[in-house]
C-alpha cells in the first residue's frame, strides 16, 4: 500500500513555471510506475505523464511534450512534474498515480493508487 501527496499547486501567470511534488509513503515506492493526471472543470480527467519505476524510461502526453518534465527520487520517495511555459489551457487539479511494477501507460484505471490533487491555475 502507498499514500500519496501532492504539493505546489499555485496560480502563475501564462509563460510561468511551477514545480509539482508527490511524496509517497511506505518503502515500496521504487516499484511503482508513477504518472501525473490533471482534470480541468467540466472535463475528464486526462494524463498528463508518466515515469518507469527505475526512472529509465518516460512518457509525455502530446500537449505537454516540451514544456513538462517528470523525475523522481526513489531515496526520497517523491516524484516530481517541472512545468515551464504554462498556458491558461494547463489549469486544472493533478493528481499523481502509483501502477505497481507497471509498464508506462496512459489508462488511468490501471494506476491502483492517488492522490488528492493540487490546484494549478494559469491566467492570461
Known amino acids: 500500500q502507498v499514500q500519496l501527496v501532492e504539493s505546489g499547486g499555485g496560480l502563475v501567470q501564462a509563460g510561468g513555471s511551477l514545480r509539482l511534488s508527490c511524496a509517497a509513503s511506505?518503502?515500496?515506492?521504487?516499484?511503482?510506475?508513477m504518472g501525473w493526471f490533471r482534470q480541468a472543470p467540466g472535463k475528464e480527467r486526462e494524463f498528463v505523464a508518466a515515469?518507469?519505476?527505475?526512472?529509465?524510461?518516460?512518457f509525455y502526453a502530446d500537449s505537454v511534450k516540451g514544456r513538462f518534465t517528470i523525475s523522481r527520487d526513489n531515496a526520497e520517495n517523491t516524484v516530481y512534474l517541472q512545468m515551464n511555459s504554462l498556458k491558461p489551457e494547463d489549469t486544472a487539479v493533478y493528481y499523481c498515480?502509483?501502477?505497481?511494477?507497471?509498464?508506462?501507460?496512459?489508462?488511468?484505471?490501471?494506476?491502483?493508487?492517488w492522490g488528492q490533487g493540487t490546484q494549478v491555475t494559469v491566467s492570461s
Open positions: 498515480a502509483a501502477h505497481l511494477w507497471g509498464s508506462l501507460t496512459e489508462l488511468g484505471y490501471l494506476y491502483e493508487h
Open positions: 511506505g518503502r515500496t515506492f521504487s516499484r511503482y510506475t
Open positions: 515515469i518507469s519505476w527505475r526512472a529509465d524510461n518516460t
